[in-house]
């Protein structure tokens, strides 16, 4: 039938045909950006990847935190936090302000993973693929999971925790809360219980309004001492179990 088709039409005619019926095929087959790795463009963000990159060749790693500015923050108001709990078990920190589920990925396949094999990852990432560049919930879930797999592959002994993504605005309908409310509502589905394990500490930041107190998240985003504080309690008898201790 096609070559019928052919003999009819001239073939210029046909196959400009053929290219416009094969166009929703296409179109459907461009690849996710949330999936696909890419670095920031900032000077900041290489010189941190260098370091970080260099702390990893050092070994001695056995709890890695994988995430944005708000597991970047262990460093700054979360610091006395990560000196009591994490300081000790030998932790590194993956967190990179603005980063999105692609920059992860990126990262964790040039050098960020490399020649070691940490007993814990915790992964907390995607409330920037919302605001950033608009994901929509299916892509980010889509990165996460590209993630995933990426650390079941590259570190197959590895426990790895993923969190819910953090509240974020004020108020209960703050309109990216609630879309990374529809990105939680489908991890736990990526999460095998015998490798990967789900955990949603949401509610340790919230009053029984569903309203983000400033004193927890002063920005209504990242948190504050006393943020880090319920987030480290909130994960402490998951993390000794996933650690063997």
């Known amino acids: 039938m096609l070559r019928t088709a052919f003999t009819s039409c001239s073939r210029l005619a046909c196959l400009l045909a053929l290219l416009l019926s094969l166009g929703p095929i296409v179109a459907d087959a461009q690849p996710i950006k949330a999936e696909t790795p890419a670095p920031q463009r900032e000077a900041w963000w290489t010189e941190r990847h260098d ?27 979360g610091r ?33 993973l490399d ?6 990852a915790v992964v907390m990432i995607g409330t920037n693929n919302a605001t950033i560049r ?23 002994g590895t426990k790895i925790l993923l969190l819910a993504i953090f509240p974020r605005g004020a108020s209960a309908d703050n309109p990216f809360r609630r879309v990374n409310e529809t990105v939680n509502a489908r991890l736990p589905a990526l999460a095998d219980q015998h490798q990967v394990f789900f955990l ?16 927890i998240m002063s920005d209504a985003l990242h948190p504050s001492l006393l943020g880090y504080r319920l987030w480290a309690e909130g994960m402490e008898e998951m993390i000794r179990k996933l650690l063997g201790e």
Do not use: C, M
Not at 137 to 146: C, K, M, R, V
């Open 200 to 215: 949603n500490l949401n509610r340790r930041f919230l009053d029984g309004d569903g309203r983000l107190p400033p004193e």
């Open 51 to 77: 370091r970080t990159v260099a702390r990893i060749r050092q070994g001695q790693v056995d709890l890695l935190f994988i995430g944005d500015s708000i597991t970047q923050g262990w460093e700054e108001d």
């Open 134 to 156: 608009e994901d929509p919930p299916e892509h980010t879930t889509a990165g996460i999971q590209a993630i995933l797999t990426t650390l079941r592959t590259r570190l197959p």
């Open 80 to 112: 006395p936090v990560w000196d009591r709990y994490y300081a000790a078990r030998r932790a590194v920190n993956l967190g990179y302000n603005s980063d999105q589920t692609d920059n992860v990925l990126w990262r964790l396949q040039h050098g960020e």
């Open 115 to 120: 020649g070691i094999a940490p007993k814990l």
